[in-house]
């Protein structure tokens, strides 16, 4: 997912999840990549997931410098580690539920007004 929330793209804060689609049989694990370029010395990621019908939903946030946290339905099968250009999010033991479409978010780019939303996301 891109987003870029200022009247002026400067392109220095970018995620991209390379992943459109991934299928994968029940019981399984599943890895969605999402790759991202920033300025920041400690950006925050965030993985979100959206249903069919329902509004996005958050899964879980990671620091560069620290442990972040998971949203409470995602605390058992869901996790990420932030690595030096990638935050990639590891589903277990994957159920038909989980078919969602899952957008991952670097931190500068969400806290500034905007007024044009671009996004890219990765489909299960």
């Given at each position: 997912m891109y987003?870029?929330?200022?009247?002026?793209?400067?392109?220095?804060?970018?995620?991209d999840q390379p992943d459109k689609q991934i299928c994968e049989s029940e019981g399984e694990s599943v890895t969605l990549h999402c790759k991202y370029k920033t300025?920041?010395?400690?950006?925050?990621?965030?993985?979100?997931i959206q249903r069919v019908n329902d509004f996005p939903k958050y899964i879980l946030r990671r620091s560069k410098y620290g442990a972040g946290d998971n949203?409470?339905?995602?605390?058992?099968?869901?996790?990420?580690e932030v690595k030096p250009d990638s935050v990639?999010?590891?589903?277990?033991?994957?159920?038909?539920?989980?078919?969602a479409v899952y957008y991952?978010?670097?931190?500068?780019?969400?806290?500034e007004t905007h007024s044009t939303l671009t996004q890219k996301q990765s489909v299960l």
């Open positions: 987003f870029c929330l200022s009247s002026e793209c400067r392109g220095e804060e970018k995620v300025a920041s010395a400690q950006p925050d990621l965030f993985w979100y949203g409470t339905e995602f605390q058992e099968r869901f996790q990420s990639p999010l590891i589903i277990h033991d994957v159920h038909v539920s989980d078919s991952c978010a670097l931190k500068p780019t969400v806290t």
